[in-house]
């Protein structure tokens, strides 16, 4: 799978409506049938940074994403509200879901 982490740095007036700014293009995200998570956070040390947390099932899904028109409208309505250039980890990992942690296996 391709697994992608991205910081956004969200201006002071954005920062309550980040997830207002981002739905259509979470929305859409979500619904390709090649994603496997797309998950907002917000920082707890900083409130103006938000973390995506997001997978698609493989290369051809992750470029599919990136080609779809909704992809671009997304980042036109997100590029207004931050205050630096996001930062990115982009990688490919084996297997298609989250594992367990085996240090905090936690009996059923």
Known sequence: MIFIVVKFKVLPEHQDNWLAITK??????????????????RSVADPSEYVLVEAFRDAEA??????????????????????????????EVPGTEWSRMGELEIAQ
């Open 24 to 41: 259509e293009f979470t929305d859409a995200t979500r619904a390709e049938p090649g994603n496997l998570w797309y998950e907002w956070s």
């Open 62 to 91: 992750g470029a599919e994403h990136v080609a779809a028109d909704h992809f671009r409208r997304g980042l036109d309505s997100m590029r207004p509200a931050l205050s630096e250039t996001p930062r990115i980890i982009n990688t």
